[in-house]
Nanobody
Framework: QVQLVESGGGLVQAGGSLTLTCQAS????????LGWYRQVPGKQREMVAT??????IRYAAFVKDRFNTSSELDKSVTLQMNDLKPEDTAVYYC?????????????????WGQGIQVTVSS
């Protein structure tokens, strides 16, 4: 019912920039929170940045003013990443939380994109 498609990943040198974009589609009525998480092999998935429907934004401590997120209500979210470091190398996942769909009275659900690789070379 809901699909999240990420784009914009790839390989970049340390100090460079990348912009990730996530497009949401399907019978979406509302999305409570749109955001980005990342995961490296052998570690837990961690939050990078999220933005609520009320426009409250949270960043992980490791972002340290390097990343910026913005979203179009119920439709898309971007992650502008600057001054990238090798330790930012990971698979980045788009997440939509507390999603309500048209024609359903079910409890809101969470959805994930399939993930996109970001590799930062030193």
């Amino acid at each position: 019912q809901v699909q999240l498609v990420e784009s914009g990943g790839g390989l970049v040198q340390a100090g460079g920039s990348l912009t990730l974009t996530c497009q949401a589609s399907g019978r979406i009525f509302t999305i409570g929170t749109l955001g980005w998480y990342r995961q490296v092999p052998g570690k837990q998935r961690e939050m990078v940045a999220t933005q609520t429907r009320g426009r409250t934004i949270r960043y992980a401590a490791f972002v340290k003013d390097r990343f910026n997120t913005s979203s179009e209500l119920d439709k898309s979210v971007t992650l502008q990443m600057n001054d990238l470091k090798p330790e930012d190398t990971a698979v980045y996942y788009c997440a939509a939380e507390n999603v309500r769909v048209y024609g359903s009275v079910a409890t809101p659900s969470d959805y994930w994109g399939q993930g996109i690789q970001v590799t930062v070379s030193s």
